[in-house]
């Protein structure tokens, strides 16, 4: 399963919006109904982290300016005003299949 | 508080072995399924192997079958990766992560560098 992610770059400005989208070469509904599409974030000179697991639930701790939606092949994760501590590498990773991630979007002032 | 402790890595030649230990805390090893993640230098994150609660079941990408063991040993509630015959193309920050189900990998270690000279 390919992930593809854009854009790649995203430059932001502090307080306002951003989107990446992740875009699935195949559904990643499983058989036990779920969609094991996660996202996560890894700030410079860091080890990733999760922030939200199964297209939409954010984990504990991850501010609620974060959020992921979508469904079957294509997936969202939207910031609804950037913070200066968002500054990273974002990405989608399915579990649904063999585990692959998206090539990541650096979000940048 | 959660957490995963990485340690081993460094530079080898070609053709050279490396073990690679992750010491988990926090949580009940024994109950989850853990995970090695590498990261290219600047470049993206792929999976590298995975290996079930008591050690019987595991998985490899194809690049490092034949090459790379995981292993366990609940009772030090630790995770290795042992590596032979490392290429240059096995350079890379190596993580090692917890894995409750379907690849969301929620804890990770710090990373531990292995780099492998020509």
């Known amino acids: 399963v390919v992930l593809t992610q854009s854009p790649l770059s995203l430059p932001v400005t502090l307080g306002q919006p951003a989107s990446i989208s992740c875009s699935s070469s195949?559904?990643?509904?499983?058989?036990?109904?779920?969609?094991?599409l996660h996202w996560f974030q890894q700030r410079p000179g860091q080890s990733p982290r999760r922030l939200i697991y199964k297209v939409s639930n954010r984990d504990s701790g991850v501010p609620d300016r974060f959020s992921g939606s979508g469904s079957d092949t294509d997936f969202t994760l939207i910031i609804t005003r950037v913070e200066a501590e968002d500054i990273g590498v974002y990405y989608c990773l399915q579990g649904a299949n063999w585990p692959t991630f998206g090539q990541g979007t650096k979000v940048e002032i | 508080e959660v957490h995963l402790a990485q340690s081993g890595g460094g530079l080898v030649q070609s053709g050279g072995s490396l073990r690679l230990s992750c010491v988990a805390s926090?949580?009940?090893?024994?109950?989850?399924?853990m995970a090695w993640v590498r990261q290219i230098p600047g470049k993206g994150l792929e999976f590298v192997t995975n290996?079930?609660?008591?050690?019987?079941?595991?998985s490899y990408v194809d690049s490092v079958k034949g090459r790379f063991t995981i292993s366990r040993d609940n009772g030090k509630n630790s995770l290795y990766l042992q590596m032979n015959n490392l290429r240059a193309e096995d350079t890379a920050v190596y993580y090692c992560?917890?894995?409750?189900?379907?690849?969301?990998?929620?804890?990770w270690g710090q990373g531990t560098m292995v780099g492998i000279s020509s």
């Open positions: 992560a917890r894995d409750p189900g379907y690849a969301a990998y929620d804890v």
């Open positions: 195949q559904s990643l509904v499983h058989s036990d109904g779920n969609t094991h």
């Open positions: 290996i079930n609660e008591d050690g019987s079941r595991n």
């Open positions: 926090g949580f009940t090893f024994s109950n989850s399924w």
